[in-house]
Structures are given as structure tokens and as C-alpha cells.
């Protein structure tokens, strides 16, 4: 069959070093990019010193890289077998942190490990998209047409984006939910269900504000009116556009952000990194570092495109989506298009959580990537 | 394996639905970054370069006030002080409290405080403490931290190394008003601590003074620390004002008049130079610019002894005995009297259905001009002043230089009254009467001078040529004023002779003030005491006797006049002592007026010409 001839050789496996080597290689470089920029950036924001953050922020960096190159050494049937285990963890944890998370930050969001303090609610959004993705999996396409088919998906996704709500952290739970409901929708389900549900949550906001902390009401309101109050919450959104507008073309040369070596950047080494880049490197810098991003998320797209397993597919494109949330909704923050959510951009952001993330979608991807030939039959992960 | 490729096929359609919509997504990012970076960049980079740069006024340094000599009678001093921005301190109060610790400040400093913030716009600063010794200066600025709002501050202070030597003249600073702030657009008036002249030379001369304010384009970051200087225009310092005083001499002054309410004005007969002024009680210069509390900004108000006010200046009092040169002078000129005539002084003259007394109850016998001036004799003033007129005396009077005032800088001066039949009615609605005018020719009644006057008119009579005119300020900024208007007096040489020749013998054997000679060394003084009544002595006072005088209380009592020139045959300086309430001229202002030019005499301040500087450049050439 043709499509024999196209997706190579089935069911030959791989040597590790013959899985190290159908890694794409290029991908793997644009990553490593992204994340020397943001080590360069971190620099600029210490005063030209690889500490506090920069030299932290690289060895971070090395030790997710080589977690990602494990995870994508390992079997898509094995990640697919572990999918719902991994994601109970991962709600266990998210429970651990609602009764013995560390404070921090203005919410309730880490877990002191003692080696690392993990942010679980960062890496359910992984696990979010591996149970869904296993999920799908098992289902015909009729199936998945079916209404009821989408009760037990939305609840994977609702119960930890209930709990991170409660943290509070409105940015992962939006991201969250966004990523699930993009995966059900690549799964196949009704596309009339995302217009109508797409209506029902605009007409469900009124409620939602009810809901709402008063610190995301006000940024929320500072978001529609930046200039409601220019030395409070506005403060942050209208300095962030001074920056990225006086960066101009080609910016103001590395370290010589003004809005950024003055501080009057807010958050920089975290949520306005961008910022700092657009400013010292310009439209050109900023357009620069989206492309990157496109590139890696492309990737993502394109080899869920070229996968045979429903699973494989699900996982890559949703993992990718999500990659493209946090860029999305960062650059769209710093940029005054959506309310200040407190939204890293990954590997370029100081912290390690974002980039766990980030590195075991990766690995997952990858992992897609060199295995993508397996067949899996719905009934059993080594089918 | 025919819906698997359904569901593969379902699946690509919608994978490029939600990549092309990424990818829409991330164009609309680079929109808007092409809009904020291109299209609105450099609206952005204006304002980026408003959060940078912040423009800070320099303080000029206000011009010195400098004595005769180049002595400093006003300069300024570094000074470690506090403001608080209101806009920054959040809480207040909260930062006021935590100051306390560290710094205590007393409950009425906190309410002016809390006045001020109240008055003006919160990211004006407000002065918290001035003055500070280093060791509070440093205790604050390590807690700084913890004292939002609050801003440390080295600068200048206006200090007055002699504030109460000269406190009258050089006057005093005060913090800047709304008023002067609308009035004026000058930008060092927005300056934290900033202070202008509020009272003598400082206020007349506080333009020149004042100086021009620089700035200093500064990079700042988010906190407002001052990361570096990018620009700085450097401000002009003020003026230097170099008076005609000579502060050795007005420090001997101040010592002199010690307890008393008095005020002395010493010239020079030749060019009008004051050479000392002053006036007690007074206060000190740098009280003004470290701020009264409420109980002595009042007791200085209400002080019956008016400390505020510049007596030389703007005290007004009958001249006095002192007034007959004037009246003599008018009558030798009209030549109602020929200066050898003698006229008998009974103690009393009468004059249609009053009687006038001299001082000297049982008369003074036959005098003539010269005894008159000496012994003062009341009698023949009387009848003199009949014969010649208020008209002509007052005619006199002016060409002295009484009834006017003078512009030597300084505020609030007084012109004196020399009273005529026209301001008579004016001010009364009647008539005249020749009774009026036999008590103007002793000085008393509706005539008025100050003490500046007397002095001016001393000194005129001393010079007998020229109508000089009395100058405090010899030169502003290296630029010498102009010399006031050198007018000759149309006065006759031989009557000159015969008041100068009473007014020795004042100091000789049997004159007023004999014990008030200069002593030795072939000094000389001539001169004229004074007495003048503040109130009418009663015929029952008469009547009991009048060596009970002096004890009634304070207000009610004579005010004590002298003046003098010396030395008397080559009259140099002339002088004028007030002290009010102080009883006899001859007993209380003579001695004063004795020791004063005794002092002038030992310093002899005009041998030596008052300090000029030239500008620099001008230096070279005189060297060259």
C-alpha cells in the first residue's frame, strides 16, 4: 500500500542510538536557541551577570534537555499505557498542593519536594493531554461523535482545572482547559459543540466575574482600561508598551534597555522576558523568537500529521497546542492584547516549572516523532 | 481500516484548521508588535525617555551679604535636612511614626507638617526637619528603607554669622509662599527648602540675590535613584550685596544699647555712608530661617518693645531738643534774631493766655544763640520760633532732611512729620494756632522724625555744603550704585559757625552734656541732646516737683535723643541716638552717643575705602 511505502517499515525496533539519531536534530537546535535567548536575556536583566538567574536558568536547561531525550527514547506504547496512572499523579499532587503547598507569589502553586519545588499544576497540563490523547484512542470515529462520548474528557479536564482555579492560578486554568478542548476538537468531536459552547462561555462571563478573585477583576478591568490607573495595576501593561514600543526596529542593543536596566519593567526575569527582548532587540528580535517558536510548534503539527497512531496524533498536536497557549497568551499579555494572566513564556522565562512543561512535551513529541510508524490498535497500547 | 482513514482524514482536516489558526494568531502577534515598535515607536520612545531622564532643579546659591570691609554679614552653610513627598509615602502617618524613632520630631513640627501637606500638591516636597547634625542626618538615611516618602537632602542654609548684630538691616529669609509662586515663574521656587528675603536688604535686594537657578538632566531608574548625569546647566550664583556698614563697629553698637529700646544711626558727614544702624531689641537673623514655634513668633509680635520693627528706619518721635539746630537755622536765615541778641529766660514764657516752661524751672537768664544750643534754654526757642514761623522752620527742616525718607533699601520706612497749617485742618479740621508753633520750636507737639533722619540732618549740618543723602548698599553684584544726588545746601557759612559753636559747647563746662565730652587724645565732639515728653507734664505734676519724674511707668516716660558729629572742628562722622523711654537725653542717649563715636573714632571705618570687587576680568587689567 501506499501508504506502507510512505510511513517506511512497520513494527522494526529501534536501537537507541538509531532512535537518538531520528530525532530531528534541527528542532532540537531551534529549542536549544530559544533557550540561550532567554539565558542572554536573563543576563541583561541582572546588570550583565550570569547570577542569580542566567547560570541557573542553563544548568535548568541542560537537565530538562537530557530529561527530554529520555522521555522520547521510551515507547509511544508505554507513555500511552502510563497515561491515566500519570495523570491520577498528577491530580494526587495537585491535591497535595491544595492542603500542603508552599505559598508564594500570591497563591498556593509549589510543592516542596526537597530536591526541586515542582509546580504541579504546570505539569498536569502534560498529563491533561496524554489521558485525553489515550482516551480518544480507544474510541471509533462514531464514537467519538457521540455526546456522551465528551462527558468523560471534559471531566479529565475540569477537575484539576478546578483545583488550579482554586490556587488560584487563572493562567493555567485557562491554558489548561484551552489545550483539552483543543484536543477534543482534533479528536473529531461535533463541530457545531465549539460554536455553541464558544457562545455559552461569552454568556457565561457575567457569572465567571462573580467567581473571580478581586485581583483578576482588577486586572481584567485594567486590561479593558490601562489607563484606569497608571501607577497601580495599569502600571505594569502601559510601562511593558512604553518598552516594546521605544525598542523600535531593531532595539536599543543588548543591556541597553532603558525600560528594562531602570526597572521599570514589572516581573521581567518572568512574565515581561519578552518585553526585555523586544526592547534591547527590537521588532526584529521579538519577530525573531515567535518565529522560533512557530517553528518548534510547527513541528509539533506536522509530525502528528505523519503519525499513524490516533494516540501519537492527539498527543503531539495537543502538546504542541499548548506549547502555543504559552507563547500566545504571553506575547499577547506583555503586548496589552489580553489581561495580565501571569503566563511565562517557556524556556525563555526564568523558572523551572514552565520549562519542565515545555521539555516533557518535547520529550513526548520527539517520542511521537521516532515511533510514529507503530500501529496501536485501539484495545491495547502494544497492539 | 476505513474509519480509521475517516478519522485520519477528520483529523488532518481539523489539525490544519487549528495550526492555520496558530498560525493567524501569531500573525496578529507580529501585527502588533509592528504596531507598537513601527508605527507607535516613537510615541513610546518619548515616553520611555520621560521615565528615564528626570530634570532636577539646582539650586542657586543665594549672593553674600557683605559689610564695608568684605565681612560676612549674611552667607550660607551646608545644611542636612528632610523633606517628605506626600505622593510617595503611602501611609503618612505610618512613615511620621516610623521617623520618630529615629528622629524626633515635637507635636507642633507634625501639625505644621500635616498643614502643609494638606496645602499643597502631593509630589511637592515638605520640609520635615532642617538643620540636622550629621549623626541625625546619618541615622535617618540608614532607616530610609523603612520611611517611604522621605527624602534625605544636603544643601544650602542662609546663615547669619552675626544675626543680631545686624538682624534689622540684612533682614531675614523665609519659605516660599503660593503667592511668591504664582507671582513669580522662577523655577527654583518649586525647590524643596528653597527661601526668599522676607525683611530688610534680603527682601529689597532678593532678585539680585536670589541668582538663577540651573538643572541637571538626570538618568533615573524606576525607584527615582539617580543612575547618572546626563546634562547639567550650572546656575548663576546670586549677587554679592556689599553694604557701607562696618560690622566691628555695629557689633559694638548691639553690645551698647544692650537692654535698652533704642536705635542708633551712625554716617559719614563727606559721602552719606551709614556706617552703623541698628535698632534693639531686635532678634536673630536665623531664627526666620529655622522657623518659630507659635509662643515666640508672638512674644516677638506683641513684645511692647517692638522687636520687629527697624526703629532707625521706622520709629517715629518728636526730635526733641535736637530740633533747635533746625529752628535756629531758620531763624539766623530769616533774620529774625541776630546771633548775639540775648533774650531773657525767666523758666516760663508767656504767650497770649498759656505759659510755656523751660525745663530749667527758675529760667536760664540772658541768653544768646550759642548758650541756647548749650544749655538747651526752652525760653528762647519759644520766642525765636514765634518770630520766624512754622512755615520757614519747616522750610529748614526739609533742607536737613527732615519729613522725607530715603531709598537706601530697605522696607517700611518712615518719613517723619514736619506739621503745617494745611495739614492741620486736613487732619483736624482746624485752624492753626501760633501756640503750635512756640512747641515745634523745641521739638515737640505734632513733629516727627526718625532716628535715620536726625542722623541725616546731623550730618548736613556738620558738612554745611552738600544735602547728603544716606546710602547703606554700595554695590550690588560688583556694580557700585550710583551716588545719591549731591545737591549743595543754600545754608549761610556764619550761622553754620554758631550752631556748630553751640552744639560744642553742649560738651563743654555747663552744657547738656559735658559728661558726654570726648576725652583725650584731642578728640572733640559737637553735639545736641534731647528730651521728648511722650505725654504733657500737668500743672499738679509741676506743682509736686519734678524730680520724681522717671518713675512713672515705662511707656509714660520721656524718650531719651542725642546727636553729634565729630570730630568738632573737622567734623567727619555724624550720629544719632534714640533710646525710647529712656528718660534725659543728657543722662541715657548722650553717654550712648560718647561711647558709640568714641568707637568710630578708634576704627575710623571711611579712611579705609569700602570693599569693590571687580568682575574677574577686570582684575587682569588692573594688575596688567
Not at chain 2, 516613537?42 to 549672593?63: C, F, H, K, W
Not at chain 2, 531738643?321 to 533746625?326: G, N, P, Y
Request: glycine residues 10%.
Amino acid at each position: 500500500m501506499g501508504g506502507s511505502l510512505m510511513f517506511g517499515q512497520k513494527s522494526v525496533k529501534k536501537s537507541p542510538l538509531q532512535k537518538l539519531r531520528d530525532m530531528n536534530w534541527i528542532v532540537v537546535l531551534v529549542l536549544v536557541a530559544i533557550a540561550l535567548t532567554g539565558t542572554a536575556m536573563l543576563y541583561s536583566v541582572a546588570g550583565g551577570n550570569m547570577d542569580p538567574w542566567a547560570s541557573r536558568h542553563i544548568t535548568r536547561f541542560v537537565a530538562m534537555f537530557l530529561l527530554m531525550v529520555f522521555i522520547a527514547m521510551i515507547d509511544i506504547r508505554w507513555w500511552m499505557r502510563f497515561a491515566y496512572p500519570l495523570y491520577f499523579i498528577g491530580i494526587g499532587m495537585l491535591l497535595w498542593v491544595e492542603f500542603a503547598g508552599v505559598t508564594g507569589m500570591g497563591g498556593t502553586r509549589w510543592l516542596d519536594l526537597g530536591v526541586i519545588r515542582l509546580q504541579p499544576s504546570e505539569l498536569i497540563k502534560v498529563a491533561v493531554i496524554l489521558a485525553i490523547a489515550r482516551y480518544f484512542h480507544s474510541l471509533t470515529l462514531f464514537e467519538t461523535k457521540k455526546l456522551t462520548s465528551l462527558i468523560i474528557p471534559l471531566m479529565i479536564v475540569a477537575l484539576p482545572a478546578v483545583l488550579v482555579v482554586r490556587q488560584p492560578d487563572l493562567g493555567t486554568a485557562i491554558l489548561l482547559s484551552a489545550g483539552g478542548i483543543g484536543v477534543l476538537f482534533l479528536a473529531g468531536a461535533r463541530a457545531w459543540l465549539f460554536v455553541v459552547g464558544f457562545i455559552l462561555s461569552i454568556a457565561s462571563i457575567p457569572v465567571a466575574w462573580n467567581f473571580m478573585q478581586n485581583y483578576q477583576k482588577e486586572r481584567v478591568l485594567t486590561f479593558l482600561n490601562p489607563e484606569r490607573d497608571p501607577l497601580g495595576a495599569g502600571y505594569q501593561i502601559l510601562q511593558s508598551k512604553i518598552a516594546l514600543g521605544s525598542g523600535g526596529t531593531w532595539g536599543k542593543g543588548f543591556m541597553e534597555g532603558t525600560q528594562s536596566q531602570l526597572n521599570f519593567l514589572p516581573e521581567m526575569k518572568t512574565d515581561f522576558i519578552f518585553t526585555v527582548l523586544a526592547e534591547e532587540f527590537g521588532m526584529v528580535g521579538g519577530l525573531g523568537i515567535l518565529t522560533l517558536f512557530m517553528i518548534v510548534i510547527g513541528y509539533g503539527v506536522v509530525v502528528s500529521l505523519t503519525c499513524r497512531s490516533q494516540f501519537g496524533r492527539l498527543l503531539a498536536a495537543g502538546l504542541s497546542l499548548v506549547v502555543f497557549l504559552y507563547v500566545f497568551i504571553n506575547i499577547a499579555m506583555v503586548m496589552g492584547l489580553l489581561p495580565v494572566v501571569g503566563v511565562p513564556l517557556p524556556l525563555v522565562s526564568y523558572g523551572g516549572s514552565a520549562m519542565m512543561t515545555v521539555m516533557i512535551a518535547y520529550g513526548l513529541i520527539f517520542s511521537v516523532a521516532i515511533h510514529r510508524h507503530i500501529n496501536i490498535s485501539r484495545k491495547d497500547s502494544f497492539g | 481500516m476505513e474509519t480509521e482513514g475517516d478519522r485520519f482524514r477528520l483529523y488532518t482536516r481539523r489539525a490544519l484548521l487549528l495550526g492555520g489558526g496558530q498560525l493567524a494568531l501569531a500573525t496578529v502577534l507580529a501585527g502588533r508588535m509592528y504596531y507598537l515598535a513601527v508605527i507607535e515607536s516613537s510615541q513610546y520612545t518619548m515616553l520611555a525617555e520621560d521615565n528615564r531622564v528626570s530634570m532636577r532643579i539646582l539650586s542657586p546659591t543665594r549672593g553674600e551679604i557683605l559689610d564695608r570691609a568684605g565681612r560676612q554679614l549674611a552667607t550660607n552653610r551646608k545644611d542636612y535636612r528632610v523633606f517628605l513627598i506626600p505622593e510617595q509615602a503611602g501611609d503618612m502617618e505610618q512613615t511620621l511614626q516610623h521617623l520618630q524613632l529615629v528622629y524626633p520630631l515635637t507635636t507642633s513640627n507634625i501639625d505644621r507638617i500635616k498643614r502643609q501637606v494638606a496645602r499643597q500638591r502631593a509630589f511637592l516636597p515638605v520640609t520635615v526637619a532642617e538643620n540636622l547634625t550629621w549623626e541625625e542626618f546619618a541615622k535617618i538615611n540608614v532607616d530610609i528603607p523603612h520611611l517611604p516618602g522621605i527624602k534625605p537632602d544636603a544643601g544650602e542654609t542662609r546663615f547669619y554669622p552675626h544675626g543680631q548684630a545686624v538682624s534689622h538691616v540684612v533682614g531675614y529669609v523665609g519659605p516660599v509662599t503660593g503667592g511668591d509662586r504664582s507671582a513669580d515663574n522662577d523655577p527654583a521656587l518649586a525647590l524643596p527648602g528653597f527661601k526668599v528675603g522676607r525683611g530688610g536688604l534680603e527682601k529689597t535686594f532678593d532678585n539680585a540675590l536670589r541668582g538663577q537657578a540651573g538643572d541637571a538632566r538626570e538618568e533615573v531608574n524606576a525607584y527615582g535613584r539617580v543612575i547618572r548625569e546626563l546634562a547639567r546647566q550650572d546656575g548663576t550664583e546670586g549677587d554679592e550685596v556689599v553694604l557701607t556698614l562696618d560690622l566691628e563697629l555695629q557689633k559694638f553698637v548691639h553690645e551698647r544699647l544692650g537692654e535698652h529700646s533704642a536705635a542708633v544711626v551712625v554716617m559719614d558727614v563727606e559721602n552719606g555712608d551709614v556706617i552703623a544702624m541698628h535698632s534693639t531689641p531686635n532678634y536673630d537673623s536665623n531664627d526666620f530661617n529655622l522657623g518659630f514655634s507659635r509662643q515666640e513668633w508672638d512674644s516677638l509680635r506683641m513684645d511692647n518693645r517692638h522687636p520687629l520693627v527697624n526703629k532707625a528706619t521706622s520709629g517715629q518721635y518728636p526730635p526733641g531738643s535736637t530740633f533747635k539746630m533746625a529752628v535756629a537755622m531758620a531763624a539766623l536765615k530769616a533774620g529774625v534774631i541776630n546771633a548775639n541778641e540775648r533774650i531773657e529766660c525767666t523758666g516760663k514764657h508767656e504767650f497770649g493766655d498759656r505759659i510755656f516752661h523751660c525745663w530749667k524751672e527758675d529760667g536760664h537768664g540772658k541768653v544768646n544763640l550759642v548758650d541756647a544750643i548749650a544749655h538747651s534754654c526752652d525760653v528762647y526757642f519759644y520766642d525765636i520760633a514765634n518770630r520766624v514761623g512754622i512755615n520757614k522752620i519747616n522750610e529748614m527742616a526739609s533742607e536737613l532732611g527732615l519729613g522725607t525718607s530715603y531709598d537706601i533699601g530697605l522696607p517700611g520706612q518712615m518719613a517723619g512729620l514736619l506739621p503745617t497749617p494745611a495739614w492741620k485742618r486736613e487732619q483736624y479740621g482746624t485752624g492753626w494756632r501760633a501756640g503750635e508753633t512756640l512747641i515745634v520750636g523745641i521739638g515737640q507737639g505734632a513733629v516727627l522724625t526718625t532716628p535715620l533722619q536726625l542722623a541725616v540732618m546731623t550730618a548736613r549740618l556738620a558738612n554745611g555744603k552738600t544735602a547728603i543723602e544716606p546710602r547703606l548698599v554700595h554695590s550690588v553684584g560688583g556694580v557700585v550704585l550710583d551716588a545719591p544726588s549731591k545737591i549743595e545746601m543754600n545754608l549761610n557759612d556764619r550761622h553754620l559757625a554758631y550752631v556748630r559753636r553751640g552744639m560744642e559747647k553742649v560738651h563743654e563746662p555747663g552744657g547738656t552734656a559735658y559728661g558726654s565730652r570726648l576725652r583725650g587724645r584731642g578728640r572733640s565732639m559737637a553735639g545736641k541732646t534731647g528730651t521728648s515728653q511722650v505725654r504733657a507734664i500737668t500743672q499738679q505734676q509741676r506743682d509736686e516737683g519734678l524730680e520724681n519724674r522717671g518713675i512713672e511707668p515705662w511707656e509714660e516716660r520721656d524718650h531719651a535723643v542725642f546727636v553729634g558729629f565729630a570730630p568738632a572742628d573737622n567734623p567727619r562722622y555724624a550720629i544719632s541716638v534714640l533710646v525710647e523711654h529712656g528718660g534725659g537725653g543728657s543722662s541715657v542717649a548722650a553717654p550712648i552717643g560718647k561711647d558709640i563715636m568714641n568707637k568710630v573714632l578708634d576704627l575710623d571705618p571711611s579712611a579705609t575705602p569700602t570693599l569693590s570687587r571687580k568682575p574677574s576680568s577686570s582684575t587682569n587689567e588692573q594688575e596688567a
